[in-house]
């Protein structure tokens, strides 16, 4: 069954089946919510016996419906709201048809592989007519000199349209959704296509539109779609039915598709994909008029998507690292040949911090209320890394990881690392100080490790983290859970090496889980 959710202010239709979809701030998740009090997998939505039900994936901040706790699958309503955390998701009191003619990268099809096939044909430049691809601006320049007025005026009023329409897209389900509205409306066609490249550079079918949903199942050609990006080319074939590529596709002629229509998305000079067009000769094909427009529009399309994929990157980013980290690696990220995020051995400093007593003190508490605290201390904790330039690692329970000095360099990242830690622990002792009554008290231990160690992208195509491992991380953790006590900081003797700092305290040698020699390791005052 198809129901339409608002989430974060944008509308989407959603198909459920038994197995469900899932919501959360993670990659793997089917519904993404950008917000860090959202968990990366918070909640599910499956349908059973034609009722809805929402179910809460052990998440932090609990799952609520219509402000109640939701503790095992509950049966959802229209009109209903969900709240994950504190983040609304609404089911919207809308009949929904299954969706014809088009779709999306839905929750419950990512890709649109399932709906169509791309085949390799011979290739052969008779038939076609092949033009360069030209940016917006040369184009907006040179159709005043070839058009006359009214012509260039409509041209300008679908342009504007257009990006009105790709600016105000929740997301990048809903801009395909509209660049192919917008394409479909303005050139007549059968089916269309938007082909993304993966991150190993192949296309993939992201979204498909159809006039006659079903009518035509024949594939489409890989060739021409591959072709018109690698060489930057808008590509018209006047007549299929004749043209030496097609030769072996006899079901175009059974079919009458006769014309295709394919324009590369390009933005400076990053080919991103295609629009790949389709109609029959019964129906007057593809014109010259079309290319122009078709390729007006790519270009306009391209810097949607591009805008969307570097929003979405930025927020990814945003999630670990300061805004100051986040642009230097945004602009880092434009040189291809030395990216930020690329696997490479470093000199860091590593921060681990638990809030000591926290797990007893959790299991009696009223599971909202305790991410209530959790989450107000990590809010206060996680600033002052970032004030500093640390980046986050991850929150392990009631635990932070953190470090300095990758992915952008900093000569001095042990001291950030020490004064963030400082300033961590007076930031617990002024929330407590105002905490509210009936409230626990809360102390932190702190351990710190400098040295070298593996930081970079680590995971799979599906989920990828920046990190960092070695024995560096390994010591860094052993001084918080082994040598710290409630409200030290604890660090190692490198760390205490380079920050050169009056007043430390030198502890005796000490044996640590999974380190084969003695270290000693100071500690840190901070009144």
């Given at each position: 069954m198809y129901i339409i959710l608002l989430v974060e202010g944008a509308r989407q239709t959603v198909e459920l089946t038994g197995d469900g979809v899932t919501v959360g701030r993670g990659e793997a998740a089917g519904i993404r919510v950008c917000s860090n009090a959202v968990s990366r997998v918070h909640a599910r939505l499956f349908e059973r016996d034609g009722q809805v039900y929402v179910q809460d994936m052990k998440s932090m901040n609990g799952t609520t419906l219509n402000d109640a706790p939701v503790l095992e699958p509950t049966p959802l309503r229209p009109g209903d709201t969900i709240l994950l955390g504190e983040v609304p998701i609404q089911w919207l009191a809308e009949a929904v048809p299954a969706p014809a003619g088009s779709l999306?990268?839905?929750?419950?099809?990512?890709?649109?592989?399932?709906?169509?096939?791309?085949?390799?044909?011979?290739?052969?430049?008779?038939?076609?007519?092949?033009?360069?691809?030209?940016?917006?601006?040369?184009?907006?320049?040179?159709?005043?000199?070839?058009?006359?007025?009214?012509?260039?005026?409509?041209?300008?009023?679908?342009?504007?349209?257009?990006?009105?329409?790709?600016?105000?897209?929740?997301?990048?389900?809903?801009?395909?959704?509209?660049?192919?509205?917008?394409?479909t409306a303005q050139i007549r066609c059968q089916r269309g296509f938007i082909l993304l490249t993966d991150p190993a550079g192949e296309l993939v079918p992201e979204y498909v539109w159809e006039e006659k949903p079903g009518a035509i199942t024949?594939?489409?050609?890989?060739?021409?779609?591959?072709?018109?990006?690698?060489?930057?080319?808008?590509?018209?074939?006047?007549?299929?039915?004749?043209?030496?590529?097609?030769?072996?596709?006899?079901?175009?002629?059974?079919?009458?598709?006769?014309?295709?229509?394919?324009?590369?998305?390009?933005?400076?000079?990053?080919?991103l994909g295609v629009i790949y067009l389709e109609a029959s000769l019964s129906k007057s094909g593809f014109k010259r008029e079309d290319e122009h427009l078709l390729s007006a529009m790519a270009n306009f399309a391209a810097v949607g998507i591009q805008r969307e994929r570097e929003t979405r990157f930025r927020q990814r980013l945003e999630r670990y690292h300061s805004p100051q980290v986040v642009g230097e690696i945004l602009r880092s990220s434009q040189n291809l040949d030395a990216p930020i995020l690329q696997a490479r051995r470093c000199?860091?400093?590593?921060?681990?911090?638990?809030?000591?007593?926290?797990?007893?003190?959790?299991?009696?508490?009223?599971?909202?209320?305790?991410?209530?605290?959790l989450n107000r201390s990590f809010e206060a904790l996680t600033d002052q890394i970032f004030q500093r330039g640390g980046t986050l690692d991850k929150y392990i329970g009631d635990a932070i990881m953190a470090f300095f000095g990758a992915p952008a360099p900093d000569p001095d990242h042990a001291r950030h690392a020490v004064e963030a830690a400082v300033a961590m622990q007076q930031g617990l002792r002024a929330l407590n100080g105002c905490r509210p009554e009936g409230f626990p008290e809360l102390r932190m231990r702190i351990g710190i490790n400098s040295g070298e160690a593996f930081a970079g992208d680590i995971g799979c195509e599906k989920r990828m983290d920046y990190t960092v491992m070695g024995s560096t991380v390994n010591l860094a953790s052993r001084l918080e859970s082994s040598v710290a006590r409630p409200g030290?900081?604890?660090i190692g003797p490198r760390t205490a090496q380079l920050i050169q700092m009056q007043g430390l305290e030198q502890l005796d040698p000490v044996l640590v889980k999974g380190i084969d020699h003695e270290i000693r390791p100071f500690l840190v005052p901070w009144g």
């Open positions: 999306t990268t839905s929750t419950a099809r990512p890709h649109a592989e399932n709906r169509i096939e791309m085949e390799e044909r011979a290739f052969d430049t008779s038939g076609s007519i092949m033009v360069p691809h030209t940016t917006l601006e040369d184009l907006l320049a040179r159709h005043p000199a070839e058009k006359a007025p009214a012509e260039v005026e409509a041209l300008f009023q679908r342009l504007a349209a257009m990006a009105g329409k790709l600016l105000a897209a929740a997301g990048l389900p809903e801009l395909l959704d509209s660049v192919m509205s917008l394409v024949t594939p489409i050609s890989r060739t021409i779609a591959r072709t018109a990006m690698k060489d930057k080319v808008t590509i018209l074939t006047t007549d299929a039915r004749v043209d030496p590529r097609f030769s072996a596709g006899e079901s175009i002629k059974i079919h009458g598709i006769s014309s295709a229509l394919c324009a590369p998305l390009i933005v400076e000079t990053q080919a000199e860091i400093t590593v921060l681990f911090a638990d809030i000591s007593g926290f797990t007893r003190m959790s299991e009696g508490m009223e599971p909202l209320r305790l991410a209530s605290i030290q900081i604890a």
